[in-house]
């Protein structure tokens, strides 16, 4: 009788383990990653913060509306992996900043003297390397220095030369600021401040660092919403332009831009005339405060704007 | 794409990051078990004597249950993210997600310890006329120490082992440089990543080494490792 | 370089709720309003995330466990190298991984699946080891072969402990899963990694991610639990 029934349950083990088993094998399997298809496909890269989420959400719904093939990797990086990823060939597109592009990535101590200049001098730069810069966006998204209004009245800061008044403070930023002629090489530089630490800020957020009290300063962007209306924030002049000139331009390799032909071109170009300093900050706003995701936000936005 | 020239360029790299910034990877190190150790005080404060009182009572059983699956199923990184909202950015939160992630293997491990002493044993003690504390001090806790070092173990390597992902709520350590690819390039994030994994090693051993050493001869067994009770990190 | 043209239509995106941009403890409005883009897809990657590797740590782990049955020399050595496996914090392997596979999916789950091995590997052994002596004596004595010991004694006898492995396996791989959002986009983890990035950290994302890592942990820890109920009702105790 028992060794009826231990049979028995031996053989149901089995057969429901090597069920269960092929089951979720075939799953996963359908649900595998996909081969790279044959044929040229944008693979749209983004690097690690909101607004290129919704730049990428942007360009690659708009592209896949006109019928291309678009691969997307969100999240990469900063400006330093992104652009391993473009070199390496994993990528093939990302939205980027004009002024990032000569002084970082090719580490130009200024940018061009105005922003079209600064976009014509990126757009050769990338070129001798196999890179076409698309058009500008109408919108610049600058990296700017902010303190808490509380920090402002204390030492009565104004402009970013002011934080010599400081004495030693701690100054955060996303990692690569710190070797940044558009950021923290700029600031200390050009305004002669000697007595700041560098506080690299990975994973939370800079306004969240000033609210504690960690840092005295950061390094933001110019669109954040937090430093929208009423905002807790001041954010410190700065008229020698250290951070250049930041209107995004896509980068795509040549050779991609030249097989995909003028569609591929004007499509993204007429996303990009689109997007205005109103624009691109109601949509940070959607994303960061209503918290909407970003790719719903991109869709309305085209929809709305007959590029999708 | 496998083990070609770049990528023994890139753990070379790795190895020189190592040599030339020593001074950072102490700094770092230092900072973790400073974190790692407070994490584990609270842990060996609270955790422990509740389960070694629960099982010498022979009660609770439910509570130890619950802690082993909720040590188990609770992801770091949830725990960690969860304490920040609460508590901030910092020390203290990290301290404390910590803290929690530890007590569920040394609740587990000190209740099932004492818990599972030979009744024999105790009754014997009991019958000569030991009060409970004295059983518990003589007969119980002597007996349970393998099982509870396993869980001091366990929940310390936890930690330490942990503590890298702390440093995306500012917990410092050398997750502060794993976290931070783009200042410390690859070549960094592997240099301290290979540190992180020689810190828990040498945690792992060392305390292997102590419990080896403190496990009364009588009662001490061939193998002291035992099997992995729950692993996440 | 444009825009002498007409500005743009910029639509209204739907305002978050007071709860969501007064930042409340959770918002049950957001949780409706995103399951469908946010926190339903990743709950599915994370489900193939550790299905995957489940079942490919189990298709390895299995017949090492078989053949260390039958040698026993591979024990020793496989027990102190998962003992020291487990002591190398997942970020630290995935990261050093990455140079060899980059950062694909396969990174992430050859670290998953090698967690898994070293958990399912002892367990299934130990199943198949528990087998009392005298039982597997009277089975040879009845004329059995060593094949029909293992399928009719050895194994049924192993469900328990195989079930055992695989509860841990399950719960400790979804923990880990959450991890993998650092190098890749993908898990629950990856909304809690950008919530933690806003400027304020948004707590309903966090909160509602985090609540199902754990009820994925949870519920299937719960199914095998089942499983082995349906399997072998007569082991019904062992905290495993």
């Known amino acids: ?308 | 794409m496998l083990a070609d020239t770049a990528t023994m360029h890139t753990f070379v790299d790795a190895a020189r990051f190592i040599g030339n910034h020593t001074g950072l990877l102490a700094t770092k190190t230092l900072e973790q078990l400073a974190l790692s150790g407070a994490a584990l005080g609270i842990a060996l404060a609270i955790a422990l004597p509740l389960g070694v009182v629960l099982g010498h009572f022979h009660r609770g059983s439910t509570i130890a249950i619950a802690a082993s699956i909720v040590g188990r199923g609770l992801p770091s990184l949830v725990l960690i993210a969860a304490f920040l909202t609460v508590l901030g950015i910092g020390f203290v939160n990290n301290m404390v997600a910590l803290a929690v992630l530890g007590s569920g293997p040394l609740l587990t491990n000190s209740y099932d310890g004492v818990e599972r002493v030979d009744r024999d044993a105790v009754e014997a003690a009991r019958g000569m006329g030991m009060t409970g504390w004295q059983v518990l001090r003589s007969v119980e806790l002597p007996l349970a120490i393998p099982l509870i070092f396993t869980g001091i173990r366990v929940a310390a390597v936890t930690i330490v082992a942990t503590a890298p992902i702390a440093a995306i709520a500012g917990g410092g350590g050398l997750g502060d440089i794993i976290v931070n690819q783009a200042s410390y390039r690859l070549s960094g994030v592997l240099g301290a990543s290979i540190c992180v994994m020689l810190l828990s090693a040498l945690v792992f051993a060392g305390l292997a080494g102590v419990q080896i050493a403190m496990t009364p001869r009588g009662v001490r067994r061939t193998s002291v490792i035992g099997e992995p009770q729950r692993r996440e990190l | 370089m444009s825009v002498i043209a007409a500005g743009p239509v910029i639509p209204t995106f739907g305002k978050g709720s007071s709860c969501v941009t007064g930042d409340h403890t959770f918002c049950w409005d957001w949780v409706r309003a995103h399951w469908g883009d946010t926190l339903g897809p990743a709950l599915w990657q994370h489900v193939e995330l550790t299905a995957i590797a489940v079942v490919i740590g189990f298709a390895i782990a299995f017949p090492l466990a078989l053949l260390a049955h039958r040698y026993r020399r591979l024990e020793q050595p496989f027990g102190i190298f998962s003992a020291l496996l487990y002591t190398v914090p997942s970020l630290a392997l995935f990261q050093l991984l990455v140079p060899f596979t980059g950062l694909t999916w396969t990174t992430v789950e050859i670290a998953l699946v090698s967690y898994t091995l070293v958990i399912l590997f002892p367990n299934i052994v130990q199943g198949l080891e528990s087998a009392p002596d005298d039982v597997i004596e009277a089975a040879r004595g009845m004329g059995l072969t060593r094949l029909q010991v293992l399928t009719r004694v050895e194994l049924p006898l192993a469900v328990p402990a195989i079930i055992g492995g695989l509860r841990i396996a399950v719960v400790s791989t979804v923990a880990i899963a959450t991890i993998a959002a650092f190098l890749l986009p993908t898990g629950l983890g990856y909304p809690i990694f950008l919530a933690l990035k806003e400027p304020t950290p948004f707590k309903t994302e966090i909160y509602s991610a985090g609540a199902l890592a754990v009820a994925l942990a949870i519920g299937c820890d719960g199914l095998l639990v089942v499983l082995r109920r349906v399997l072998v009702p007569w082991a019904s105790k062992g905290l495993a």
């Open chain 1, 1 to 308: 009788m028992i060794r009826k029934h231990r049979s028995r349950a031996a053989k149901a083990a089995f057969a429901i383990s090597l069920g269960v088993a092929i089951v979720i094998g075939l799953f996963a399997a359908v649900f595998a990653r996909p081969a790279q298809s044959a044929g040229t496909k944008v693979v749209i890269g983004t690097k690690n913060f909101p607004e290129e989420f919704i730049l990428g959400q942007l360009y690659k719904q708009a592209l896949e509306a006109k019928g291309f093939s678009v691969g997307y990797k969100e999240n990469i990086g900063s400006t330093e992996l992104i652009q391993t990823s473009l070199t390496s060939g994993k990528i093939n597109f990302y939205p980027e900043y004009t002024g990032v592009i000569v002084q970082d990535v090719f580490h130009h101590t200024s940018s061009g003297k105005t922003a079209h200049a600064t976009w014509l001098l990126a757009k050769k730069l990338e070129a001798a390397k196999g890179y076409t810069v698309l058009n500008a966006t109408p919108f610049f998204d600058t990296d700017v220095v902010a303190v808490t209004n509380a920090t402002a009245k204390k030492y009565g800061l104004k402009s970013i030369a002011d934080l010599k008044k400081v004495g030693s403070f701690k100054f955060g930023g996303f990692p690569e600021c710190k070797t940044r002629n558009t950021c923290f090489i700029g600031y200390t530089k050009q305004y002669g401040i000697t007595k700041a630490t560098f506080t690299p800020l990975a994973g939370i957020s800079a306004y969240a660092a000033l609210d504690a009290g960690n840092i005295l300063a950061a390094d933001v962007f110019s669109t954040d919403p937090p430093l929208g209306k009423g905002s807790k924030y001041t954010v410190l002049a700065d008229p020698k332009h250290v951070t250049g000139f930041q209107n995004v331009a896509p980068i795509v390799k040549a050779s991609v831009a030249t097989s995909l032909g003028s569609k591929f071109t004007s499509t993204v170009n007429a996303v990009s005339a689109k997007l205005t300093q109103n624009a691109i900050v109601a949509m940070n706003k959607a994303v960061i405060v209503d918290k909407q995701s970003a790719a719903k936000v991109a869709s309305a936005f085209l929809k709305a704007n007959g590029l999708k």
